[in-house]
């Protein structure tokens, strides 16, 4: 329930914004705004179909209202196309087409850049507010543990991450990122004291994406318990706070991930463990769920590895807001071509995996990150030059500024219609993919 709420109060923030752009850059060119809703009041794209609102109130020649479709919103500006029965009259001084094409592509980009400024606010006072936390590559010290799709590539658990591409990655994090979204063809690695190049082989970015990896590279950490709960196997077979595992069914594990993936392959089944408390060995046998689950929280890594802190004051917040904001955006771009591949439209998600990305507690920090980046988000995919988002609408507006002739109204209609079924087909995909993966898997 509060992933929902979150995500629902984040989607109402930014929807509100976004419209909040096209409204006050039209009042400010005098264009007048007949509505202005939070959430469609008809069924999203069929604007006859089911048109009720929630909520309404006419303030001056505005109605505000709150919509009963809550995955968008609109502002609905006077003249945007002229009236299909009187096609050759002229336009009234509020309307929207009789404002300078200048002015009229300042409105259309209102949202855009509204939400690529909030972006930027957005990180910028978090970066005030809490600092940025983050393990340098080269202090994994008990190296690294990865998924099964870079183990068929070559690494290994254990290995020290050197380079990619023979260029240092200051931050741990942003190792995995960097080999699928820069399409990485080797990984530099320590192992066993020397330094090995890996070669990720062709379609490596692929095969990520069509595996379920949780995670590509985390650093490893001894698995000592800082808490038991007190419903699981490690209640049940005796384990307490403090205990540092060591074995599992005979095998020698020294950190929390080897322990993780054990785990998993003994789902439901009846294991050894052994482990040291207060310096003396013990061993304890307990079934574990049919999950997998161990039913203990291990010591966070912080307590093991040195994290760095870096501090901002409030201007200099600005400066890194802006950077985190457009290596968002570069990233995002970056990794839009995997949309055209197979596994790539596989993995596209609708509202329910938004909403899933959100923390299961009141945490803000989190919340406002996430927020920030769909923000960024909804910027680059409104820009897109499809009819019926503002990139559409603005490519029309350019193309009048640079031509010095409007693109007639029955050809915008046809092109909005085609936008609208696009769009209307991406949606059906996405959301699609959530229903599939929701009923079977």
């Avoid at 820069?182 to 890996?198: F, H, L, S």
């Avoid at 989190?366 to 923000?375: E, K, M, N, P, V």
């Avoid at 995919?381 to 009819?387: E, G, K, Q």
Wanted: charged content about 20%; some cysteine; aromatic content about 16%.
């Amino acid at each position: 329930m509060v992933k929902f709420t979150l995500f629902f109060l984040s989607l109402s923030f930014l929807i509100i914004l976004h419209e909040f752009g096209h409204y006050i850059t039209a009042r400010w060119f005098k264009a007048r705004v007949d509505k202005f809703y939070l959430f469609f009041d008809f069924l999203f794209p069929f604007g006859n179909l089911l048109k009720f609102s929630l909520f309404k109130k006419k303030i001056g020649k505005t109605e505000y209202g709150l919509g009963w479709f809550p995955f968008g919103g609109y502002v609905d500006i006077a003249g945007m196309m002229a009236d299909p029965d009187k096609p050759n009259e002229e336009p009234q001084p509020d309307e929207f087409r009789a404002k300078k094409p200048w002015q009229r592509l300042i409105i259309l980009a209102g949202g855009i850049t509204v939400n690529f400024l909030l972006g930027i606010i957005i990180y910028s006072m978090m970066f005030w507010a809490w600092g940025e936390q983050y393990l340098p590559t080269t202090e994994a010290k008990y190296g690294v543990a990865v998924d099964s799709v870079l183990i068929d590539a070559g690494l290994r658990d254990g290995d020290r991450i050197v380079s990619v591409d023979n260029k240092k990655i200051e931050r741990l994090s942003m190792v995995g990122m960097t080999m699928v979204i820069d399409n990485a063809k080797t990984v530099q690695v320590e192992r066993d004291g020397k330094v090995v190049d890996v070669t990720l082989g062709k379609g490596f970015d692929e095969k990520v994406v069509a595996s379920d990896a949780k995670y590509l590279i985390e650093a490893q950490t001894p698995f000592v318990l800082d808490s038991v709960l007190g419903d699981g196997a490690a209640h049940d077979a005796g384990f307490m706070k403090g205990d540092s595992l060591m074995s599992f069914n005979g095998d020698t594990l020294a950190y929390f991930q080897q322990f993780v993936k054990a785990f998993m392959r003994s789902k439901g089944k009846p294991a050894v463990i052994g482990y040291y408390r207060k310096g003396e060995w013990k061993e304890a046998t307990c079934t574990l769920s049919a999950e997998g689950k161990f039913g203990a929280v291990t010591v966070t890594p912080d307590k093991y590895l040195n994290y760095k802190t870096a501090e901002y004051g409030f201007f200099a917040s600005w400066g890194r807001g802006w950077n985190k904001t457009t290596e968002v955006l570069g990233s995002y771009v970056k990794q839009l071509r995997l949309l055209f591949t197979k596994a790539g439209a596989s993995k596209v998600g609708g509202f329910a995996s938004i909403a899933s990305t959100f923390p299961s507690d009141w945490d803000w920090q989190a919340f406002w990150g996430i927020t920030a980046f769909i923000s960024i988000v909804l910027a680059f995919m409104n820009l897109l030059p499809i009819p019926v988002l503002d990139g559409g609408y603005i490519l029309f507006v350019l193309w009048e500024m640079i031509t010095g002739k409007k693109v007639g109204d029955k050809f915008m209609q046809r092109a909005l219609t085609i936008g609208m079924y696009l769009v209307l087909g991406l949606l059906v995909l996405a959301n699609g993919n959530d229903i599939y993966r929701f009923l079977i898997k």
